[in-house]
């Protein structure tokens, strides 16, 4: 039973005035015009969200009906699973709907953060971490990608100049992303160079590192074969994997990203592709070491040598295989629970030609990985622009 996108909604990503229910509400009704679906079609409605303490508007998994009251009685279910709660909302709708319990299925993906304080976000944030090895961590979750960044030049040499060129190369693809929360090109020098307008956050990370504090929300209609054939548009799950490590990082090899690794292996072999099939990949960004540790977890070099794919080109918008062509989370923002829920949403649009400055000329076949904590829930996507 395969699974279909039909329907896609996004709102602008940043600092923004509306409330965590408008915006739940303006991607909703998006998504759903966007399928020609009516709310009394959708069989459950998922909501990826982590909050964590950062907005007092706890258990969001109803406010959608307050704008939609065609959803009113539908089961309706919230999923955290920290920073991979969207791709975890989206896993719970191809399941429903695989085991032929829905027809179509509305995932919505949700964050608001910019309203708390810093110290309220940091700490909501390394709530995904590991408490006893988070303990006395004053830079938030950046801290402990600053440890893994340190461990990763301690044995292959300084990758402070690389970091920057993955910052540099984000902001550009999000310059083309009217949705991005930075629409502004930053150039290797300024990323590579402490200053006070990029100044260090912790260990090796600078400012330019970091994925910023967002506001923001997608979705997007899942729906299965035979409901989704009179949909206007539709890509298809080609496969999906979902792998969870040892969340103490004390248990696992810093210098490896060993569940996402498997992750790429398990979704690349279901769909019997290989990377050289794939147009692009919207990968998990959060922090720019974490994308070149994604570049040998996908398999594009072997471990320790990611720095290869950038200094070769490969992952510019006109490479072999273009990363993040969106802006990735380091551009286009970072509302954690929307954020898997908006990788899908724009790998769709590019399936779909509908990508505009940031797309990729005759993108087919792409791949999404989204992240949870420290690599602890991985989950990746190959989809598939459906031609029937
Ligand atoms: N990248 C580039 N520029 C950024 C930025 C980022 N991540 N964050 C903020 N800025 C810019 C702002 O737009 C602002 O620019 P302006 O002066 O031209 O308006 C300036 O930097 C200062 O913004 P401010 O919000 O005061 O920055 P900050 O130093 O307080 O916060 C970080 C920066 C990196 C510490 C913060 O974004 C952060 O904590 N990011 C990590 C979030 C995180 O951990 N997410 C979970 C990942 S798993």
Redesign the pocket.
């Known amino acids: 039973m395969h699974t279909y996108i039909i329907g896609t909604g996004h709102s602008r990503f940043g600092k923004l005035e509306q409330s965590l229910e408008e915006l739940i509400a303006q991607v909703a009704i998006e998504a759903l015009e966007s399928s020609g679906t009516d709310p009394e079609e959708i069989d459950a409605v998922y909501i990826g969200h982590f909050n964590s303490g950062m907005c007092d508007q706890e258990f969001p998994a109803s406010l959608v009906l307050n704008a939609l009251p065609g959803l009113r009685f539908k089961p309706c279910t919230r999923v955290e699973n920290a920073?991979a709660s969207g791709s975890a909302a989206i896993h719970q709708g191809i399941n429903l709907i695989a085991g032929g319990l829905a027809r179509k299925v509305l995932v919505i993906g949700a964050e608001k953060m910019t309203q708390a304080d810093?110290k309220r976000?940091?700490k909501g944030?390394l709530g995904?971490s590991y408490q006893p090895e988070a303990q006395g961590e004053t830079a938030?979750?950046?801290g402990l990608?600053a440890r893994i960044a340190q461990q990763y030049f301690d044995t292959h040499g300084d990758h402070s100049h690389e970091l920057a060129k993955i910052a540099a190369k984000n902001h550009a693809n999000g310059v083309h992303n009217p949705l991005a929360q930075?629409q502004k090109a930053?150039d290797i020098d300024f990323c590579h160079t402490q200053s006070e307008?990029n100044?260090v956050?912790s260990g090796p990370l600078k400012?330019?590192d970091?994925?910023?504090?967002s506001d923001g929300a997608a979705a997007l209609v899942l729906a299965a074969d035979n409901v989704s054939r009179a949909a206007p548009q539709r890509v298809r799950f080609l496969a999906r994997a979902h792998t969870t490590d040892y969340m103490p990082m004390s248990k696992r090899n810093p210098l490896i990203l060993e569940g996402a690794t498997l992750a790429w292996k398990k979704v690349l072999c279901d769909a019997d592709v290989t990377l050289d099939d794939l147009a692009f990949a919207e990968v998990h960004d959060?922090?720019t070491i974490a994308e070149l540790m994604i570049y040998e977890s996908m398999g594009l070099t072997p471990y320790g040598k990611g720095a290869r794919a950038l200094n070769e080109g490969w992952v510019y918008k006109d490479g072999r295989l273009p990363i993040n062509p969106s802006g990735g989370l380091?551009s286009k923002g970072?509302p954690?629970g929307a954020t898997g829920v908006s990788m899908h949403v724009m790998a769709a649009r590019q399936l779909l030609e509908q990508a505009g400055g940031c797309q990729i000329p005759g993108a087919r076949l792409g791949a999404v990985f989204n992240m949870g904590g420290l690599a602890v829930a991985n989950y990746a996507s190959i989809l598939v622009r459906d031609s029937e």
Do not use: D, N, Q
């Open positions: 920073c810093a976000i940091g944030l995904a938030g979750f950046a990608f930075f930053l307008r100044p956050v400012r330019t970091c994925s910023p504090v959060c922090f380091k970072h954690v």
